[in-house]
């Protein structure tokens, strides 16, 4: 019981800072964080593009595998949290295209985070199996939850 106790303890501490450290990131370190996460998403997606749907590079499943990985573990570090009020506009890397109904349409954002999270988590458990198969589907869909969120929340 202490030890349940104790880790509840340590989970709402480590939440608590957690949650102050996001709310004291600026706007355009927040945009910055963002765009680096989703540019090491794409530079993975195309390492996998490359290897099993193009076949332009030979396939190494535990490249793949590992590239899979890293999508995943982007799309499951909580990246909502870097799109506190007023990053809507400004620079990181470069201008946000993010668009302002990303900050109101709280639903429809719910939607496309949680279809992009699943198609992110399965395809790393399809790059696991090393079924090329498997992974070209799985990519497909991680492609699709893309750009269901583009087409709705990024300006051209």
Known sequence: MKKLLA???F?????????????????EDAIK???AGYAFMAWNMGKIKAQ?????VPYNKDQVAAAASVIAAVANS????????????GSGF???KVKGEFFTDGEGVAKVAVSFNKAANDLAAAAATGDQGA?????GEVGKACKACHD???AK
């Open 7 to 9: 880790g509840a303890v």
């Open 11 to 27: 989970g709402v501490a480590a939440l608590s800072i957690a949650t102050a450290a996001v709310a004291q990131t600026k706007p």
């Open 33 to 35: 964080f963002r765009q």
């Open 52 to 56: 099993v749907v193009d076949g332009a």
């Open 78 to 89: 909580g990246m909502g949290a870097l799109y506190p009020a007023g990053s809507d506009k």
């Open 94 to 96: 470069h201008e946000t």
């Open 135 to 139: 992974i070209k589907a799985a990519f």
């Open 152 to 154: 709705s929340y990024r």
